[in-house]
Each structure stands twice: as C-alpha cells, then as structure tokens.
C-alpha cells in the first residue's frame, strides 16, 4: 500500500517563518541534517554570548565591592571578640574576629550553604553556621565540618589607630 | 565511496560533534550561573573563554559543511 502525499498548494507561497510552522499537514518538511548543524551553531553563538555576559555581569558586581567603609572601633572587639558590620552594602552582614593569636580576621556571615548568618565561637575558635553545624576555619574561612562546600568571602580590614575599615570583599 | 554517502557520514559525524559542544556550553552556562550567584567570579572568564572557544569549533565544521555542498555543486556542474 502506498500513501501518496498531496502537496500543499498555498504553502510554497508564504512567506519563510509561516513555511517554517505551516498550518496544513502537507505543508510540513522534514529539517535537513545542514539546518539543524546551522540552527544549533546559531544556539552555541547564544549560550556563548550570555556566558559572557554573566562574566560581565560579575566583574561589574566585584567592582563595586572595592569602596572603604568604616565598621567600629578596635576597643568594641577587643571587648566583645568579635564585631558585626555590613559590607560592601547595608544588606551584606558580616562579622570581623581577634584570633587568640592576635591576627584580625573578617568574613561575610552569610553561611555558604543555606545563607544563615555564622557566629564566632570562642570555645572551638571557629564561625560556626547554627542551622546545619556548619563550621569555618577562622584563618581562611574554608569549611572544615558539616555541609557548606564553599569557604567565606574574605573581607580586607585596615586598623588605623582605634578606627576599623573594611577596604575589599575576597570571593 | 561515493560523494551522497561520504556527506551522509560526515555531516551525521558533525552533527554529534556539534551537539555535544552546545551540550557543554550549556554546562558552563549553568556553573557560570552559579558562580555568578554565590560570588565566585573568578571562573567566569575563563568560562566564557571556553564557550567562545567551542563556538569557534562549531562555526569552522558549518563552514566546512557549506564549502562540501559548494564543492559537491560545482563538481557536478562540470
């Protein structure tokens, strides 16, 4: 048995794209290996136009993260151990640390797991992350136990006299 | 072999090379997403570079498949 295909008489006619999404069964076609290469080299031309734009995108964001800003003063940590602050923006929390061995140490307090705010814990001299255990090393902010995967951001801090200043944010 | 069946071959052949390149370059899409997102954007550019790199690659086998029909045309023009 053999089906004969009847040929649409409108459809050579019409414009390109009404070709491409034809309204008559006849006038469907198959796509040839040749545009299917083009159509997906026109996909790869897309994906890596916005992966550039994501690198864009993210230098432009880490540019922003440059500005100094004043946190507190060095008495207020000396007293409490640690100093909260916000930086590079007001919606940014992060906490500021004097180790035991005296070193000055600030990360963002946003857990790299779920996004809680860390606290610092004198008795294991680490940030610890409350919601799932998470626990930070208080020298690199690399995650030494529970379920975060990724260190802190590093925030640069300068001591000028008894004024703290945060100058950059390390991803 | 003759000319039909040598294209056949090829350009199923770059076909599954094209494709697994736009596979990928939607891989580095999605990690330079996620890096955006948490902050990390060192892996970025050298994200981006790949992706152009790989778009080079799919640029050069169309092109090849275009300059094969133009051949495979003019040799049967004359």
């Known amino acids: ?171 | 072999m003759s000319v039909r069946s040598q294209g056949t071959t090829l350009f199923s052949a770059i076909l599954i090379l094209v494709g697994t390149t736009v596979v990928v370059q939607l891989w580095l899409l999605t990690v330079s997403t996620e890096a955006l997102l948490s902050g990390q954007t060192k892996t970025l550019i050298p994200a981006a570079a790949g992706s152009s790199l790989l778009l080079l690659i799919n640029a050069c086998l169309l092109r090849y498949v275009y300059r094969f029909d133009h051949d495979v045309e003019r040799e049967s023009q004359e």
Not at chain 1, 25 to 31: L, P, S, T
Not at chain 1, 72 to 89: C, K, V
Not at chain 1, 98 to 118: D, F, I, N
């Open chain 1, 1 to 171: 048995m053999t089906v004969e295909k009847k040929k649409c008489a409108t459809c050579a006619k019409a414009p390109k794209w009404k070709q491409d999404f034809p309204i008559e069964w006849e006038g469907d076609h198959y796509v040839t290996r040749r545009e299917l290469v083009k159509f997906m080299t026109l996909g790869s031309a897309l994906l890596a136009g916005a992966n550039w734009i994501a690198a864009v995108a993210g230098s432009l964001i880490h540019r922003g993260s440059h500005a100094e800003r004043y946190i507190g003063a060095a008495s207020a940590l000396e007293r409490t151990g640690s100093l909260l602050f916000r930086y590079p923006t007001d919606q940014d929390p992060c906490i500021a640390v004097r180790t035991p061995e005296g070193k000055l140490v600030a990360y963002s307090q946003v857990c790299t797991h779920l996004s809680c705010a860390v606290v610092y814990s004198k008795a294991e001299n680490a940030l610890v992350c409350p919601c799932h255990k998470g626990v930070f090393n208080i020298d690199g902010g690399s995650p030494v136990a529970g379920p975060p995967m990724r260190p802190l951001p590093r925030v640069k801090i300068e001591q000028r006299g008894d004024q703290l200043f945060a100058t950059e944010l390390e991803n």
